[in-house]
């Protein structure tokens, strides 16, 4: 069993909602995600901020219940990872309507443009979200963070590209969207070592999102995925019961099974001779 996290909010991570079918795991449906919400607005669950759940996470900081425990107020942070066009339809705006909030980790280089990282699960390309969305709804309470700026696997890459995928995501955040915005890193795929770690702390990030199972450090901070079998009215992730540790057991399984994404990306490279297909920097 995934032992639930002790003394820390819960943290929950949806990929897509809304939007094209897709032939992977990832995608949440559009009624799926608004039932889910509006029962865990009913149920007294409130999210954090970045700032609110950073403070929780200090040593003497507030202690509000989370998953399970207690009576009154329960809080968890809400994530996006990749930040499809699809959130500021489908997502967000279910979000605001109950006063909630979130935290979206962008793939910088691909703001505003098609989906190029990943395998194709879908019949078209995914569209990223303009920056010019994403600075409405930040205005509306909304945060955003890194994602790397090519949503490279961190742990394949040598010590130079490592450090130039978290250093220019978090330089493009900062002069696009503030300070705050180069606050957090969730790690592509969830891939996480002690190098990644010092790389994320040398950038300038002071927490890091890796996958279900952390180690207790700031930069490797535990998440569970909500995939599309995850459609009951509680996501898994917030559930302290047995059904809860199976799905975040289930959810760490297929978190590295994601690994097969990368490699087939990778013998894709190999085959047609791409090492890169990068965009051109942000300017
Ligand atoms: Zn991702």
């Given at each position: 069993m995934t032992p639930a996290p002790t003394g820390r909010p819960p943290v929950l991570c949806y990929h897509r909602v809304g939007g094209s079918l897709e032939l992977g795991v990832t995608r949440v449906r559009r009624s799926v995600f608004h039932r889910q919400m509006t029962a865990l607005a009913k149920g007294g669950w409130r999210t954090l901020t970045l700032a609110e759940f950073a403070h929780r996470l200090e040593p003497?900081?507030?202690?509000v219940p989370g998953r399970g425990q207690g009576r009154g107020p329960r809080s968890f942070l809400l994530s996006f990872d990749d930040g499809y066009a699809s959130l500021a339809r489908d997502a967000y705006p279910i979000l605001a309507d109950l006063g909630f909030t979130a935290v979206t980790f962008l793939v910088t280089d691909f703001v505003g443009r098609d989906n190029a990282w990943d395998v194709r699960y879908t019949w078209h390309p995914l569209r990223h979200i303009e920056w010019d969305a994403i600075t409405h709804w930040q205005s509306r309470?909304?945060?955003?963070a890194s994602h790397s700026a090519s949503h490279a696997r961190l742990t394949w890459l040598t010590d130079s590209e490592r450090a130039a995928e978290l250093e220019r995501s978090r330089e493009t955040l900062v002069r696009r969207l503030g300070a705050a915005a180069g606050r957090?890193?969730?790690?592509?795929?969830g891939a996480r070592d002690a190098r990644v770690e010092a790389a994320a702390r040398t950038a300038g990030y002071e927490l890091g999102f890796g996958g279900v199972r952390g180690n207790g450090s700031l930069l490797n901070l535990s998440r569970v995925p909500v995939y599309?079998?995850?459609a009951g009215d509680v996501p898994l992730g917030l559930r302290?019961?047995?059904l809860g540790s199976v799905g975040r057991l289930v959810a760490h399984v297929a978190n590295c099974c994601a690994v097969g994404t990368s490699v087939m990306k990778g013998v894709r490279y190999r085959v047609s001779g791409i090492r890169d297909q990068r965009p051109a920097p942000d300017t």
């Open positions: 003497n900081g507030p202690s309470g909304f945060e955003f957090a890193v969730a790690y592509p795929f599309a079998w995850d302290n019961d047995a």
